[in-house]
Nanobody, 122 residues
Framework: QVQLVESGGGLVQAGGSLRLACAASGGIFNYYVFAWFRQAPGKEREVVSLIRRSGGTYYADSVKGRFTISRDNAKNTVYLQMNSLKPEDTAVYYC????????????????WGQGTQVTVSS
């Protein structure tokens, strides 16, 4: 069983950058597919990006070209570099892990962090 702890959220002006980190413990890091989801007030949780065991990545259309996901297997950490932030990126961001196929549906993921707030002011 893996535990996930996110960090790096905060308040930033539009156009700014943040880097989120997700530290994993308690499992074999290389076995997992990791994803970042976000949930804004009154909206459903949505996938932002995911990274497979192979290093292959997926990005939601809304963040493509602005966000970059990466994983450091030596540090058991997944990162989300967020550039050119927009007010509509404001949400609680969650890290999630799945030991099987992963994917874009939140229900697929068995393990979740507590979330970190990202607020982008206009």
């Amino acid at each position: 069983q893996v535990q996930l702890v996110e960090s790096g959220g905060g308040l930033v002006q539009a156009g700014g950058s943040l880097r989120l980190a997700c530290a994993a413990s308690g499992g074999i890091f290389n076995y997992y597919v990791f994803a970042w989801f976000r949930q804004a007030p009154g909206k459903e949780r949505e996938v932002v990006s995911l990274i497979r065991r192979s290093g292959g990545t997926y990005y939601a259309d809304s963040v493509k070209g602005r966000f970059t996901i990466s994983r450091d297997n030596a540090k058991n950490t997944v990162y989300l570099q967020m550039n050119s932030l927009k007010p509509e990126d404001t949400a609680v961001y969650y890290c999630a892990a799945d030991a099987e196929t992963g994917g874009v549906m939140a229900a697929t993921y068995d393990y979740w962090g507590q979330g970190t707030q990202v607020t982008v002011s206009s």
